[in-house]
T-cell receptor
Framework: AQSVTQLGSHVSVSEGALVLLRCNYS??????LFWYVQYPNQGLQLLLK??????LVKGINGFEAEFKKSETSFHLTKPSAHMSDAAEYFC?????????????FGPGTSLSVIP | DVKVTQSSRYLVKRTGEKVFLECVQD?????MFWYRQDPGLGLRLIYF???????EKGDIPEGYSVSREKKERFSLILESASTNQTSMYLC????????????FGSGTRLTVV
């Protein structure tokens, strides 16, 4: 069964510092990979996705992620953290064989940004 | 943009009550999902539906049922609410291709007392 691991349930960074949120997955086939962000008391919003093609994908709000098949990783980065980036971040994976294939979500990483 | 609307943001119900959580999408999306979200556990799939009157169990269907009489509406039913069903409930929708990712509603925070 597929699984998604997010290293660190809570990450703190200073404003202006690099943000790195880690995601590893287990999948025997090339997956579809997603990062979602959840602000307090809201639903999840798609940040970026990898389906096919370029392994470095750019998303909204200055975030990007790189798909590394050899490492089964899809880490999320942002060069300079902003206070508004404080939120919960979820990595997710789907084998994508059919449109209703299950999407497996990681446990989430809570990002705090220190002024 | 697809809008996914969940009827209640906050709900407080008593143990043993029958609870209905409603989700409506304003696009012609085929697939709809109900997840519950708990701290440290991420999102867990309760039920999903890929067509009207069709439903499939997810990973944690026990204590829940669903109804999809119309394409745009997917209801989650707690037959007899219990305190361990206190959680955030999220509805999501996606079209025929997963490549666009899910669109989520704002969530319903349910407290069972």
């Amino acid at each position: 069964a597929q699984s998604v691991t997010q290293l660190g349930s809570h990450v703190s960074v200073s404003e202006g510092a690099l943000v790195l949120l880690r995601c590893n997955y287990s999948s025997s086939v090339p997956p579809y990979l997603f990062w979602y962000v959840q602000y307090p008391n809201q639903g999840l919003q798609l940040l970026l996705k990898y389906t096919t093609g370029a392994t470095l994908v750019k998303g909204i709000n200055g975030f990007e992620a790189e798909f590394k098949k050899s490492e089964t990783s899809f880490h999320l980065t942002k060069p300079s953290a902003h206070m508004s980036d404080a939120a919960e971040y979820f990595c997710a994976v789907s084998e994508g064989k059919t449109s209703y294939d299950k999407v497996i979500f990681g446990p989430g990483t809570s990002l705090s940004v220190i002024p | 943009d697809v809008k996914v609307t969940q009827s209640s943001r906050y709900l407080v119900k008593r143990t043993g009550e029958k609870v209905f959580l409603e989700c409506v999408q304003d696009m012609d999306h085929e697939n709809m999902f109900w997840y519950r979200q708990d701290p440290g556990l991420g999102l867990r799939l309760i039920y999903f539906s890929y067509d009207v009157k069709m439903k499939e169990k997810g990973d944690i269907p026990e204590g829940y049922s669903v109804s999809r009489e119309k394409k745009e509406r997917f209801s989650l039913i707690l037959e007899s609410a219990s305190t361990n069903q206190t959680s955030m409930y999220l509805c999501a929708t996606v079209d025929r291709s997963i490549v666009h990712g899910y669109t989520f509603g704002s969530g319903t925070r349910l407290t069972v007392v």
